[in-house]
């Protein structure tokens, strides 16, 4: 999981939760309910993955222009860093559950324009409008959760919001597999996204507000309404008070370091404490973004194309799989994060990051040294009209091989029977692809042939299991633990800002690397910058397993040396 934050639980929580909500099944309906956000989120971000093999096909213009294929993909991340602004201010100004209930509106118009789009630019506008129900959701769900659950299971029950978030990617990965031989694919596979929100927004018009900003908003009785279905008779008297400390708490806080964000930012910088904070909270978001875990996300099946898989089913098939080891490795983070320590979780999951982009980098750059050549005589007779123009134009092509081919914009007509034997360089059109294809033929536009296929694809996915439970985990536990308790909130959302933005670049930028660069490039950049990272993780992060507030505070004033003193829990 990445964008949607991590709440860490243990297995006594998670056995007091399935406990507690067997005997109070009101408590997980609010939950389960809620989590459908998180489900919203996981799905609208993998969708279009699979999504963009079909649009690309259908709309000449998509295919043929990269940055057109990215704002289709990234619109929906841009657009989340202001749903999640709107999302802020609307938990606060306007209640939780509307928030929710306005989240569930954008996801249904945005599921429907895309799947009854007529162009590509009608398509952005509803990634824009999905966008925006993932940001307000990201913000709101897991605080939705968080106040209308237990203090004793509440890890528990936001776990399952993030659990639902990579549920909702793989559930995306598998409705697009499903869809592959559907007249209309890409059309059923954004629109099916336009059934949760429905059934969350009449499921949310039967459930309460949080009981928590009923209170900050002194309806003190319906706070009490609500909490008396949640909590043990002989424990609402308790909860009314915390909640009564809680919010005196928050708004003392306010009174010191202001309401609104210049002011909260200048106290910041104000203080060693926290701009050291900082530097090591956004440093590890920033990070995650880029060892360049979204481009797996948001461009899985065209990178197993790029690995020599030109079958859009094919593609998707192995791409479920690096979808379901995703929320694997996030089940495993959730029982095994609170076992060792933060900074060592994170540098061993670098570590092994770089060794798998590098092993991929390897892969890539020997397939496109070693990939089939050009027949001539196929290439210029294949078809009428059929030579790709680019390769006609250069006096001497007897050193080309299909990755030259696919560079100059020109499609590639494997061999007949033996794909690996030289085939044809052709006009990258949709007519020209159909004949290949119906000569018995494997027609390439994003990849070429590669025995090395399948190495990419284990590659790939052990890429995914190092990550999670470390940088795709750990970043957001740290974010929990790092700052003085009054600017939590305030820092937690500065990198939380930081990560969609960095998610944004990389999602922007990943189809024009591999076109400019090559593939092999791109992954070895990634490597580069997940190295810069480790070095910067080693520098500047401190250990905060098990360390109270003040020790992080003390760390943090004295200035972290990694090479100085260590901490017992390290």
Known sequence: MVEGGFHRADKTEFTECFRTTWQTPYILRLAFTAGIGGLLFGYDTGVISGALLYIREDFDSVGKKTWLQEMIVSMAVGAAIVGAAIGAWMNDSLGRRKSILTADILFFVG????????????????????????????????????????????????????????????????????????????????????????????????????????????????????????????????????????????????????????????????????????????????????????????????????????????????????????????????????????????????????????????????????????????????????????????????????????KLQCGYCASEGDQFQPGACLANEKAIGNTCRGSNRVWYDKGCPSKLGFLAVVLLGLYIIVYSPGMGTVPWIVNAEIYPLKYRGFGGGMAAMANWTSNLIVSMTFLSLTEALGSWATFLLYAGCSFIGLIVIFLVVPETKGLPLEEIENELRRGFKPFGRKSENN
């Open 111 to 406: 599921a429907m324009v895309m799947a009854a789009a007529p162009a590509p630019w009608v398509i952005v506008i509803g990634r824009v409008f999905v966008g925006l129900g993932v940001g307000m959701a990201s913000m709101t769900a897991p605080l939705y959760i968080s106040e209308a659950s237990p203090a004793r299971i509440r890890g528990a029950l936001v776990g399952m919001n993030g659990l639902l978030i990579t549920f909702g990617q793989f559930l995306s990965y598998l409705i697009n597999l499903g869809f592959t031989q559907v007249p209309g694919t890409w059309r059923w596979m954004l629109g099916v996204a336009g059934i949760p929100p429905l059934v969350q927004f009449f499921l949310m018009l039967s459930l309460p507000e949080s009981p928590r900003w009923l209170y900050r908003m002194n309806k003190k009785e319906e706070a009490r309404e609500i909490l008396e279905k949640i909590y043990p008779q002989e424990e609402v008297e308790k909860e009314m008070n915390l909640l009564k400390a809680s919010i005196e708490t928050e708004e003392a806080v306010e009174a010191d370091i202001g309401n609104n964000l210049i002011t909260k930012l200048r106290s910041a910088m104000g203080n060693v404490v926290v701009r050291r904070a900082l530097c090591a909270g956004i440093a590890v978001q920033v990070v995650q973004q880029f060892v360049g875990i979204n481009t797996v996300m948001y461009y899985s099946p065209s990178i197993m194309q790029l690995a020599g898989y030109a079958s859009k089913v094919v593609a998707l098939g192995l791409s479920l799989v690096t979808a379901g080891l995703n929320c694997v490795g996030t089940v495993i983070s959730m029982c095994f994060v609170d076992r060792y320590g933060r900074r060592k979780m994170m540098i061993l999951s670098l570590i092994c990051i770089i060794i798998g982009l590098v092993s991929l980098s390897t892969v890539f750059y020997t397939s496109a040294k070693n990939a089939p050549g050009i027949n001539n005589f196929d290439s210029t007779h294949f078809a009428p009209n059929g030579t790709c123009s680019a390769y006609a134009s250069v006096p001497s092509t007897s050193s080309w091989n299909c990755m030259d081919c696919l």
